[in-house]
């Protein structure tokens, strides 16, 4: 059967009935194109497709920024003490070990998981994550188990970049990782960190997003960018540095997504939200993040 998506809630509330012929036609890949071929303006849950046929619900934000956001993955951290175990989607769910040096590759590999509805609750990557070609990325911070119709009112950071970077690296986050592997040992700090992009917050601050970390890595980093593939003194690689720009190499406590094996204090530094917890969990102390920033999960979207 073609392609074809289902009417979403904001459709379905006219009552709009499509024929299989209608419905082979209405078929968006992303949010971008629901919006501006369709005209669709409302925030909410959408199903889109891929080139396919493959049918998949995701969230759509379009009114930040000019809108047409598709949300292609979630990171969430459920169990800090758990390091590199069940769960942990994009790190490992085998153990921090040399011979797992990519951990679960969930970055540059089309393995799906999660639902969009419960993005903040679970790890979350829809096909979108591969599929669709875009030029920029948003990120949220929503607190975790946050219902869908509250995240916009409860994320206390929300910013994207304009600068079209994807253009450079293969139109999405998939191939960017391709290119820059979050695998141990793949290269040395700082000659080797992924591209660094300015940020624009739609929510917060640069200084208010800093202040998020611990003052020993706020002191190692500078605000309002994303980094991508950073890597530490031990050479172990982690995926996205939130809201910052790296000016050493002590990424395990300001970056997520870590690969599959840390050498130093392993499994201590490994998991999706890495070392937040260095120095107590939520402490924001020394080394550790906020209890704020480690208890919420980061949505990723593209447009």
Request: negative net charge; glycine residues 10%; charged residues 15%.
């Amino acid at each position: 059967m073609a392609s074809w998506i289902v009417v979403s809630a904001a459709f379905a509330s006219i009552n709009l009935c499509l024929s299989i012929r209608e419905m082979e036609y209405f078929s968006p890949q992303s949010c971008k194109e629901l919006m501006h071929r369709y005209k669709t303006t409302e925030d909410g849950l959408y199903y889109l497709s891929t080139p396919s046929g493959t049918v998949y619900q995701t969230y759509c934000d379009m009114t930040t920024a000019g809108g047409g956001w598709t949300l292609v993955a979630s990171v969430h951290e459920n169990n800090l003490y758990g390091k590199c175990t069940t769960g942990d989607r994009w790190s490992s769910q085998q153990g921090g070990h040399a011979n797992v040096p990519e951990g679960d590759g969930s970055w540059s590999n089309t393995v799906t998981f999660g639902t969009a509805e419960a993005a903040t609750s679970d790890d979350f990557k829809n096909p979108g994550y591969y599929d669709i070609t875009a030029e920029d990325v948003a990120v949220w911070h929503v607190p975790n188990n946050e219902q869908v119709n509250q995240w916009k009112q409860t994320s206390f950071l929300r910013y994207h970049t304009e600068t079209k970077f994807l253009n450079s690296y293969g139109g999405n986050l998939y191939n960017l990782f391709k290119r820059f592997p979050v695998k141990y040992n793949v290269g040395s700090c700082p000659a080797d960190h992924g591209p660094s992009v300015p940020v624009v917050y739609d929510v917060g601050d640069a200084a208010s997003n800093h202040n998020l970390y611990g003052p020993n890595i706020r002191a190692m980093t500078d605000p309002g960018f994303i980094t991508f593939r950073a890597l530490n003194y031990e050479k172990a690689a982690m995926a996205i540095c939130s809201g910052v720009k790296l000016k050493d190499c002590h990424t395990e406590h300001c970056c997520i997504g870590g690969g599959g094996h840390f050498p130093e204090a392993s499994p201590r530094q490994c998991g999706d939200f890495t070392s937040f917890d260095w120095d107590g969990y939520g402490t924001h102390a020394h080394w550790s993040a906020s209890k704020q920033l480690t208890e919420a999960a980061v949505l990723i979207f593209y447009r």
